[in-house]
């Protein structure tokens, strides 16, 4: 048996299109950051409040693809301006799945708004990973025997391993990929090595079918096209969205 732990280092966003080229043959497999683990206490600065409260009827946000820009619309008047990150517009073709990482244009909506968002990774981020490590994938089931017998088990919502001829429980990392035989492992979407804590920034504001508008551990990116879909922005323009716009404002992506 052969370990490889890999460390969780992610451009997270939310989800991809996916198109199905041909039946799977393969599956996937990782670990994530554990709900034990508290996130790092907000620290951003809010600058100044707009000089009226925003509402749905009276301010929206356009966001320019493109030129990699949103605004903050009242009216004629432009309330913030702020540089975003947005989707590669790539492929990722792996084991007869295929995603594709685009922004959605068009009509959204804020639908909610979270502090301290938790990422739980869709399959397209492990089969990235195992594509770029050249390591096959398979998706962990409830016991997963390896060739030398031990066995990748899930006790408590962690993901561990118990040894041939011992019965002891050996908790897995969960701020690490779970790598055994050259294969990486996708653990189960409600265990706490599949949630991943900072990846998001401070605050996310849910536009929909897993789409966001969040921060990011990599401030140097803002301005990029290389996100999975979502709109990425710096920690200062985040705060100021999150604290002054409200859920139900609509986002106009084009």
Same mark, same amino acid.
């Given at each position: 048996?052969?370990?490889?732990?890999?460390? =969780?280092?992610?451009?997270?966003?939310?989800?991809?299109?996916?198109? +199905?080229?041909?039946?799977?043959?393969?599956?996937?497999? @990782?670990?994530?950051?554990?709900?034990?683990?508290?996130?790092?206490?907000?620290?951003?600065?809010?600058?100044?409040?707009?000089?009226? @409260?925003?509402?749905?009827?009276? =301010?929206?946000?356009?966001?320019?693809?493109?030129?990699?820009?949103?605004?903050?619309?009242?009216?004629?008047?432009?309330?913030?301006?702020?540089?975003? &990150?947005?989707?590669?517009?790539?492929?990722?073709?792996?084991?007869?799945?295929?995603?594709?990482?685009?922004?959605?244009?068009?009509?959204?909506?804020?639908?909610?708004?979270?502090?301290?968002?938790?990422?739980?990774?869709?399959?397209?981020?492990?089969?990235?990973?195992? +594509? +770029?490590?050249?390591?096959?994938?398979?998706?962990?089931?409830?016991?997963?025997?390896?060739?030398?017998?031990? !066995?990748?088990?899930? !006790?408590?919502?962690?993901?561990?391993?118990?040894?041939?001829?011992?019965?002891?429980?050996?908790?897995?990392?969960?701020?690490? /990929?779970?790598?055994?035989?050259?294969?990486?492992? %996708?653990?189960?979407?409600?265990?706490?090595?599949?949630?991943? /804590?900072?990846?998001?920034?401070?605050?996310?504001?849910?536009?929909?079918?897993?789409?966001?508008? /969040?921060?990011?551990?990599? +401030?140097?990116?803002?301005? &990029?096209?290389?996100? /999975?879909?979502? %709109? !990425?922005?710096?920690?200062?323009?985040?705060?100021?969205?999150?604290?002054?716009?409200?859920?139900?404002?609509?986002? =106009? =992506?084009?």
């Amino acid at each position: 048996m052969s370990l490889l732990l890999l460390a =969780v280092a992610t451009n997270a966003c939310a989800t991809a299109s996916v198109a +199905q080229v041909s039946p799977e043959t393969t599956i996937v497999v @990782v670990a994530s950051a554990p709900d034990s683990v508290k996130p790092a206490p907000v620290t951003s600065v809010i600058d100044e409040a707009p000089r009226f @409260v925003l509402t749905p009827r009276n =301010v929206r946000l356009i966001v320019s693809v493109n030129a990699r820009r949103l605004w903050v619309v009242a009216g004629t008047d432009t309330l913030r301006s702020a540089t975003v &990150s947005v989707a590669s517009g790539s492929d990722l073709t792996y084991g007869g799945r295929r995603w594709r990482f685009a922004t959605p244009r068009g009509r959204l909506f804020i639908r909610g708004k979270r502090t301290d968002p938790v990422w739980l990774p869709p399959d397209w981020h492990y089969a990235e990973v195992a +594509q +770029q490590n050249t390591l096959k994938l398979a998706r962990l089931v409830p016991e997963t025997r390896l060739r030398d017998g031990s !066995r990748l088990v899930l !006790r408590d919502s962690v993901v561990g391993l118990i040894k041939p001829g011992d019965t002891t429980f050996l908790a897995l990392p969960t701020t690490e /990929h779970i790598v055994f035989d050259s294969t990486l492992f %996708i653990p189960p979407i409600a265990s706490l090595n599949r949630r991943l /804590h900072g990846e998001l920034g401070d605050y996310a504001l849910d536009l929909g079918d897993g789409y966001m508008l /969040h921060g990011t551990n990599d +401030q140097r990116a803002i301005g &990029s096209n290389t996100t /999975h879909g979502c %709109i !990425r922005l710096a920690d200062r323009d985040l705060a100021w969205l999150y604290t002054y716009v409200p859920v139900g404002v609509t986002v =106009v =992506v084009k």
